[in-house]
């Protein structure tokens, strides 16, 4: 009996399987396969070992038959009734043939249905007497007699594990029409159905049980991440795509890329405005003192090419956030080594200069080659080669934005073209031996002995710059995310703010908060203020002067004279 299933019965009984449950010494039940279930029965009755072999079921208080007995008894007469007769109408013989099949193995449903209609079934214990044929008692047909069924939902009790018969309507011969008296039955009556699986739900795929009928009853197997359920067979999605959470369709990744709210970006923002508010800054303060000993000590020249490169930077520092396409990843590779070569290349050519003019020995002639229009040749040849190698990158590998997805469609990244080419390797390595020059230089340059000595700022600023540098690039080639690029832009507004700070911080606070040292006599070496000093003292120490003179007195006469150097 299954629960919350639905039973039809007759009255009736089978006294000689009542006696035989009831009277049946245990040691007279047959042994075998049998036995082990009379053996639980028994232990159920009495207790397990508290009984003898001449101990019987009606001996325990707990010995009873239920009333519904014999409706299974007859069921199972009816069914073995009805499949004996099924195979011998469409064999000729007691084994089962494929006429008799459906094509998969199974006994045809059709046919079993139609003999089990028109079996007769006689209120006697006797299987013999269940009999397929034109008889009085079938399912679909009563001879002279009026005949019912009751309907029972075999109910379970709730939490304590039983159940019980409840009776629900019937079945008349006479009207032969079914009548459920109980409405709250109905209703759920209404939503049984006959299955052997459910559905399965979305996003899953059926999978036959060997054991029973295909296509009748199956397991369900959901499809993985990144498949969807389509005509019961689990399809991956293409490349660049997901399934949409129930394996029921595909849908595109959402491209990853660097965006203006994330927090590298916030950061690079913040610093990018402080650098452009610091240049602009910078750039009126000397342009109101444009003709003032310090500024225009400073190579005016190569510091507007300074400035220059500082905007360019910031501007690239920007698009670095922005979402990749054609036109940005052209101006990443340009904007990227222009302006930082054309930074280094100012420094490069002020710091060589600086070298050249305090290294000359005493007495020699001034170095050739270190005029404002020298100095502007050399920044510019310097940062048309970073050009060239750009041009040629973008001709020999045109720049454009890739998509790149991680394994098993985790995401989906939008990127330049970049990490992996020559000319990407070729215009980082450029760039970094003018670094490593100017760092040189700069070293070389550190104790001329100047009053302002803006060599020592340019060594600061260079070592914050490579050492910068050389722990960015290799971050950016090992990492395989989104944010990459912003390791790229990140490094290009520090390398930016590090020659703002120590190039023009210092210059900006002589000329506003101690415009004293903005003379030329301060800004001269001190070697040669000091030699103008002790010139100075040695004009004031070497004149001296001597005289005599005298009178005679009552000589009437006198007379003096004297001389000086």
Not at 132 to 145: A, K, P
Not at 271 to 295: D, G, H, R
Not at 470 to 487: K, M, Q, R
Request: overall charge positive; hydrophobic content about 40%; aromatic content about 12%.
């Amino acid at each position: 009996k299954a629960d919350d299933s639905v039973l039809g019965e007759i009255r009736e009984t089978f006294p000689d399987f009542e006696q035989h449950l009831c009277c049946t010494p245990y040691q007279d039940f047959p042994n075998g396969t049998r036995q082990t279930w009379y053996k639980s029965y028994f232990d159920y009755l009495f207790g397990v070992g508290n009984y003898s072999g001449s101990t019987t079921a009606k001996q325990s208080r707990k010995f009873n038959i239920d009333a519904n007995v014999p409706f299974v008894i007859r069921a199972v007469q009816i069914g073995l009734q009805a499949v004996n007769r099924t195979i011998l109408n469409k064999c000729n013989r007691s084994s089962l043939c494929p006429n008799a099949t459906s094509g998969n193995g199974a006994l045809m449903g059709a046919a079993l249905t139609e003999v089990l209609m028109h079996t007769d079934f006689k209120n006697t214990f006797d299987p013999r007497t269940v009999q397929y044929g034109n008889d009085s008692r079938t399912f679909l047909h009563t001879t002279g007699e009026k005949f019912r069924y009751t309907i029972h939902f075999y109910r379970s009790d709730g939490g304590g594990g039983g159940a019980s018969f409840v009776k629900v309507g019937d079945w008349k011969s006479t009207g032969k029409k079914l009548n459920l008296t109980d409405t709250a039955f109905m209703a759920r009556f209404k939503r049984l159905k006959s299955y052997c699986a459910n559905a399965c739900a979305l996003g899953s795929v059926r999978r036959n049980t060997p054991q029973f009928r295909p296509g009748c009853c199956w397991s369900c197997d959901p499809c993985k991440q990144h498949h969807i359920a389509s005509n019961n067979t689990c399809t991956k999605c293409m490349a660049y795509q997901t399934d949409n959470g129930k394996r029921t369709d595909c849908m595109d990744l959402e491209h990853q890329y660097l965006k203006w709210g994330d927090a590298l970006s916030v950061v690079m923002i913040v610093m990018t405005a402080v650098a452009v508010i610091i240049t602009t800054f910078t750039i009126a303060i000397f342009y109101k003192n444009w003709e003032t000993p310090l500024v225009r000590a400073s190579s005016r020249e190569l510091t507007i090419c300074l400035f220059v490169g500082f905007y360019v930077g910031c501007g690239v520092a920007i698009v670095f956030i922005t979402k990749p396409t054609f036109v940005t990843c052209i101006l990443r590779r340009f904007g990227l080594g222009f302006s930082l070569t054309l930074c280094l290349s100012a420094l490069l050519v002020k710091t060589n200069r600086i070298s050249r003019v305090f290294s000359r020995e005493p007495g020699h002639s001034r170095p050739a080659y270190v005029g404002q229009w020298w100095q502007i040749a050399f920044t510019c040849g310097l940062t048309l080669i970073q050009v060239l190698i750009c041009i040629v990158w973008l001709v020999v590998q045109p720049a454009a934005a890739i998509v790149f997805v991680t394994t098993e469609n985790v995401n989906v990244q939008l990127k330049c073209k970049e990490g992996n080419s020559a000319g990407f390797f070729v215009s980082l390595l450029y760039i970094l031996v003018l670094m490593v020059v100017n760092t040189i230089y700069g070293f070389r340059t550190r104790k001329i002995p100047e009053n302002f000595n803006e060599a020592r700022y340019i060594s600061f600023s260079m070592y914050t710059i490579c050492t910068v540098w050389v722990g960015s690039i290799p971050a950016y080639f090992a990492a395989n995310v989104a944010f990459e690029s912003g390791l790229l832009g990140l490094p290009l507004v520090i390398s930016i703010l590090s020659m703002v700070g120590f190039l023009f911080v210092p210059k900006l606070y002589v000329i506003l908060f101690d415009p004293a040292r903005n003379t030329r006599h301060n800004l001269r070496p001190e070697s040669t203020q000091n030699k103008s000093r002790s010139r100075g003292r040695s004009s004031n120490n070497t004149g001296t002067g001597t005289g005599t003179g005298g009178s005679t007195p009552g000589s009437g006469s006198g007379g003096g004279g004297g001389t000086a150097t």
